[in-house]
């Protein structure tokens, strides 16, 4: 019970990494914000989301905070805005109110704050304090940027007006064949990292899980087996829900994914201000946890926990090592997984063969970020790093985990181990969801743990 080691690599190499991390983030940044004018900037799309200016310079002020600050001991550029830009101290829907850099202010600051973090990495040494070791400040920050570009994807979703954003689709495939459910063998598991360099602190450390055998969906579930769902007056019995996802969706009037709306007789979507008809071979997006389950429960299944999951995506039963990743060890390509807003959508179920774990289990990486069944709680021997408020002020209370990423990720954010946390009522993220069952004695197969 062993779990892969993250990437061995020489200074230049890692500054080489650490570079092409960040210089992708940033160009992603400024795709998502120079394709709008300034005054959409400054708007609030929704009181869920910040206008898109304060991700640019609240962006900015993270680099600087820890990149020129922590790491190189440099005064600070500019004191005064810290407090604007805290997430914590000002909720998103008080943001717009706030005296914000206007927009070529907060492009002119994060430019600044760049070139100075780039002189920074050139120099800084690579080693020899944890902020520092295998540059994992950078790394943090390079994550932290796509992680904001991510909610600024959600952002341009929830807009009205023309479309802005465009990407080629994902290559389509004939429809998938496979099994409909694998079995993940019962045994022990090393879950979580203590060797991935870049890992954040709820991902560490690496300690050892006894799972049951179970069966996984080998695909997330799809628009049309959702469509059935919906056909059978899922969202009008109460049987299936979750008695606080029932008042939820009563009380706000909720009957299909958001975006979705019935004409005729089919489903459209709005996807990035273009309305479509639903796909049927994709999987179901912008789905909460509530519906997720009662989706689960409705067709007489569960949400996988998030230790099945991982389990799922990591295990190697040949040698009992746990990968990095579904495929194996190395960092993603496009034939593994859809990541990095390379598309503006899913990709059909049963895409990326390259990239399904062992045991044939596909798209656990990308795509939709996957609902659990888990709080999001710390594992053993978890040690706050380097701020408690990025994972120990979430943990507990109502939080759902989402595993795997979707294509709005990219890819310096996602591996088998990364963490998501979410409210059992969002919608608005990139979401979507499989299921499991527990193994029967009909099945013929182990039911325990080994």
């Not at 790491?71 to 914590?88: C, K, N, Q, S």
């Not at 295998?134 to 009205?160: K, S, V, Y």
Request: aromatic share 10%.
């Amino acid at each position: 019970m062993t779990e892969s080691a993250g990437p061995v690599e020489d200074t230049g190499a890692l500054r080489e990494r650490a570079r092409d991390a960040l210089l992708a983030a940033r160009d992603r940044t400024a795709r998502l914000t120079d394709c709008v004018e300034d005054g959409e900037l400054t708007t609030q799309v929704s009181p869920l989301m910040s206008p898109l200016v304060w991700d640019l310079a609240h962006i900015g002020n993270q680099e600087e905070q820890w990149l020129l600050r922590a790491v190189a001991g440099r005064e600070a550029m500019r004191p005064e805005i810290d407090p604007l830009y805290d997430a914590f101290e000002h909720p998103r829907a008080s943001r717009p109110a706030l005296p914000l850099l206007p927009p070529a202010e907060a492009r002119s600051y994060a430019a600044e704050v760049r070139g100075r973090a780039m002189d920074v990495l050139d120099s800084a040494p690579l080693a020899g304090s944890p902020l520092t070791d295998a540059g994992f400040a950078f790394g943090m920050i390079a994550q932290h940027e796509q992680q904001h570009d991510e909610t600024m994807l959600i952002t341009h979703q929830l807009r009205t007006g023309r479309p802005v954003l465009s990407a080629p689709d994902p290559e389509p495939v004939s429809g998938f064949t496979g099994p409909a459910e694998v079995l993940v063998p019962g045994g022990p598991f090393t879950m979580g990292t203590s060797t991935e360099p870049w890992a954040l602190d709820n991902e560490r450390p690496a300690h050892h899980r006894l799972v049951p055998s179970f069966f996984l969906d080998t695909t997330p579930v799809t628009n049309a087996a959702y469509q059935v769902f919906l056909a059978d007056g899922g969202y009008d019995d109460p049987r299936w829900w979750d008695p606080r996802g029932w008042e939820h969706i009563r009380s706000r009037a909720i009957a299909a994914p958001l975006f979705w709306r019935r004409e005729g007789g089919g489903w459209l979507r709005r996807r990035f201000a273009v309305t479509e008809p639903v796909p049927p071979d994709e999987p179901v997006l912008h789905v909460s946890w509530f519906e997720a389950d009662a989706y689960a429960r409705w067709a007489g299944r569960r949400l996988p926990t998030e230790t099945e999951w991982e389990k799922a995506a990591r295990l190697d039963p040949a040698t009992g090592r746990s990968r990095r990743y579904p495929w194996g060890d190395d960092d993603p390509a496009p034939g593994h997984a859809n990541l990095g807003q390379r598309h503006l959508r899913p990709a059909p179920a049963g895409s990326y063969p390259a990239g399904q774990s062992p045991l044939g289990v596909r798209q656990l990486i990308g795509d939709v970020w996957e609902w659990t069944s888990s709080g999001f709680l710390p594992y053993p021997g978890f040690t706050a790093f380097p701020y408690r408020e990025y994972s120990e002020v979430f943990f507990g209370g109502d939080h759902k985990v989402l595993r795997g990423g979707s294509f709005a990720v990219g890819p310096v954010a996602c591996r088998g181990t990364f963490r998501n946390w979410d409210h059992p009522i969002r919608r608005q993220i990139f979401s979507g969801f499989r299921t499991a069952r527990d193994v029967t004695p009909a099945d013929g197969v182990p039911m325990g743990v080994g």
